[in-house]
Structure formats: structure tokens, C-alpha cells
């Protein structure tokens, strides 16, 4: 198990954390994805061996917001 927290840009209101923490609970793999809001952070728990983090930079990506 991996855990990544990743800096995110242009996440601004509760609709960007439904967003990324729906679109990236999605993947196959992933147990646990926390968004911090104020700190603009994406904080996920997933299975290496299941998805990467590339594909979970592109889901975040895919929602209109800037993986730093």
C-alpha cells in the first residue's frame, strides 16, 4: 500500500472536493482519498500494484485542477 499526498491548484469549494475525492475513489485500487481544502493538498491510500500515480494525477487532471 502507498500513500501519496499530492499539492493541488485550483480546488476552491465543496464541489472540487466531490470532485477529485469521487473521481479518484473511483479507481481501481484506491482506499482512501482526503482532500485539505485549505492547504490545497490531495492526501490518497492505493494499491501500487493496482493503478499508479500517474493515472491518479490524470484523474485529478481530467477534473480541471493542477497537480504541482
Not at 484506491?30 to 494499491?47: H, R
Amino acid at each position: 500500500m502507498m500513500n501519496e499526498t499530492l499539492k493541488v491548484e485550483g480546488m476552491s469549494c465543496a464541489h472540487c472536493v466531490n470532485a477529485v475525492e469521487s473521481s479518484v475513489g473511483e479507481l481501481q485500487g484506491v482506499s482512501s482519498v482526503k482532500v485539505d481544502l485549505a492547504n490545497g493538498q490531495v492526501a490518497v491510500d492505493y494499491d501500487d500494484s493496482k493503478t499508479s500515480l500517474g493515472e491518479i494525477k490524470e484523474t485529478i487532471e481530467d477534473q480541471g485542477y493542477d497537480v504541482v
